[in-house]
């Protein structure tokens, strides 16, 4: 885990303390010296400290999130509700207020370990490369990073540099035709702005094999192929 604290003597008790838990830690002071670590490994979950010199924790937090999944406590000095509120919408896992005692930090440090892959488990896995839609028999739908998280794709993503559309950007998390998108306003789930006039459980979005039937089996619409073209 990663500790970026810039008041020294804050940083070394909790470091000690951690690690005296059987915690592996890694210290730092500032921002930069943060990145620079981050550039070659990966981390399980980070201790940021809110006000410091340079870039603050809410900058550090988002930069974070965009290079690798990880948990992420707030330490804030102040105490006040708008750092909470902040912190909390950015996507911080919890926050401790400073001066914090060490089993609180360390309480709320297992707390969201539990619920964060390790870091040596957080890299994408390979996904299966399709599996039978149960409602309908004989298609396949295609997934090939049905395994993969939307904080490792755009992990990939950025890590790789790969190109990808800038309406992303703009909240069009799901992208189709232009009739059939819109943006998604905070708190809608990603795929709202996809068929937002059909009922949630009719869409059906991605890539599908509809394998021939068999003989003596009825392949999926043909009845209703039959009556269209009737």
Known sequence: MLLVEDDASIREVATLGLEQAGLNVTAVGDAASMRALAEHETFQLAILDIAMPGEDGLSLARWLRSQMPI??????????????????????????????????????????????????????????????????????????????????????????????NKLHDRNFPSIGCSPCTRPVAAGEDIRAGRWWWELPEQKECGLHVNHPARAGESRPGANDDKAAAS
């Open 71 to 164: 948990g992420i406590i707030f330490a804030t000095a102040s105490g006040t509700s708008i750092d909470r509120i902040v912190g909390l919408e950015i996507g911080a896992d919890d926050y401790v207020v400073k001066p914090y005692e060490l089993r609180e930090l360390l309480a709320r440090v297992r707390s969201v370990l539990r619920r964060v892959p390790a870091a040596s488990e957080s890299q994408p896995r390979a996904a299966s490369t399709g599996e039978p839609d149960a409602p309908r028999p004989g298609l396949t739908k295609i997934n090939p990073i049905a395994d993969w998280s939307v904080d490792q794709v755009w992990a990939y993503i950025k890590e790789n540099d790969v190109p990808y």
